[in-house]
């Protein structure tokens, strides 16, 4: 079924289209990335249950020429500590100026552990000649951060690298979404908080998302955002991952993926200071001598790429946007699902 304008508001919503059988166009058929089922991960109850776990994981690939997405959070330094001798690539943009903190821990991880590090010097030409590529593999528009995995992918397998490791799900597995774990949200609370980009906000004919909501409305006025969360956004968040390395033909493993907390998540203690309590109390046992880092996602610099953006012209957006409403990851959804439409339109 053809429905350009739920496909947009769906993507606007939730960067990526809900629907399986709704299609900006016909004859594409778009991709959805379909997460580990629970009956298939391992439940872990300690630090050390996770360290273990992983490491068993890992055993399966001692022959193979490894790699790694390592940034300067604890998830992907954890997966490095599995790896010594490994080949590192970490992103680098603008020249090194972008988020320099965050590249210097990385480097100090591939040193802790002896990987080999490379650097994936990303800017805006690189996002642009890697773009086209992600969306027709998808036959949808894509996350930010696809055209940079891509590159990163491309330049392992050109070092020989025969599978990649990335830390991607730990956030959602062991509580990293502090934001939105923040407080019991109500129904209409969580559903603002969680919207990417409201559609009836930049699109001329927006479709309500409210149905997907409404599936997790419990109680009245609540809702179960838990499970939304492991529902939707596990869709949302590998995907980006899954998508780019297939487009390299790159086989990538992400170790958390395939866990699961036994015990039910200690809200107290994320709302309180702890988010991923379990994962911090790893990354001091395997880098002792510093600071657990705070949570960052992947490093991008929309808003430097789209800070003299003046909006979409398609007649599928509003006219005259305010762009200085927007944030930089708005624009970019924005901006993707115009050269979207462009590219299926010519």
């Not at 739920?6 to 900006?24: G, P, T, W």
């Not at 129904?187 to 001329?204: D, H």
Request: some cysteine.
């Amino acid at each position: 079924m053809v429905d350009k304008n739920f496909c947009m508001s769906s993507f606007m919503a939730f960067r990526y289209i809900e629907k399986d059988d709704v299609e900006f166009y016909e004859g594409l058929k778009h991709k959805n990335f379909k997460p580990i089922s629970d009956d298939e991960r391992i439940p872990v109850k300690t630090a050390d249950d996770i360290d273990r776990e992983i490491g068993k994981q890992m055993e399966q690939f001692k022959d193979k020429k490894k790699g790694i997405l390592l940034s300067g959070g604890m998830d992907s330094a954890i997966v490095a500590s599995y790896l010594s001798g490994s080949d590192a690539y970490t992103f680098r943009f603008l020249g090194g100026d972008f988020q320099s903190e965050e590249l210097s821990r990385a480097e100090y991880y591939a040193g802790f552990y002896g990987l080999k590090l490379h650097y994936v010097d990303i800017d805006w030409d690189t996002v642009v000649n890697h773009l086209k590529p992600v969306m027709k593999a998808k036959s949808a528009p894509v996350h930010s951060i696809e055209p940079q995995i891509l590159q990163a992918a491309l330049q392992a397998k050109n070092d020989g690298v025969e599978i990649m490791f990335v830390g991607e799900s730990s956030d959602l597995v062991f509580g990293g979404m502090d934001g939105l774990l923040a407080k019991d949200w109500t129904f209409e609370e969580f559903k603002n908080r969680y919207i990417f980009t409201k559609p009836e906000e930049v699109l001329a004919d927006p479709v309500s998302m409210d149905y997907l909501f409404e599936r997790y409305r419990t109680d009245g006025d609540k809702i179960d955002y838990l499970t939304f969360m492991d529902d939707v956004f596990s869709i949302e968040s590998s995907g980006s991952y899954w998508n780019a390395f297939a487009v390299a033909d790159m086989a990538y493993y992400d170790p958390y993926a395939r866990l699961k907390m036994a015990d039910a998540l200690d809200l107290n203690r994320v709302r309180n200071g702890e988010p991923k309590y379990l994962i911090r109390e790893l990354m001091k046992n395997k880098y002792p001598e510093i600071p657990v880092p705070g949570k960052n996602p992947m490093p991008r610099p929309v808003d430097e790429y789209f800070k003299d953006w003046s909006g979409p012209k398609r007649p599928e957006f509003k006219k005259n946007l305010d762009m200085s409403k927007f944030t930089g990851n708005q624009k970019w959804q924005m901006y993707a699902l115009e050269q979207f439409l462009e590219m299926n339109e010519r």
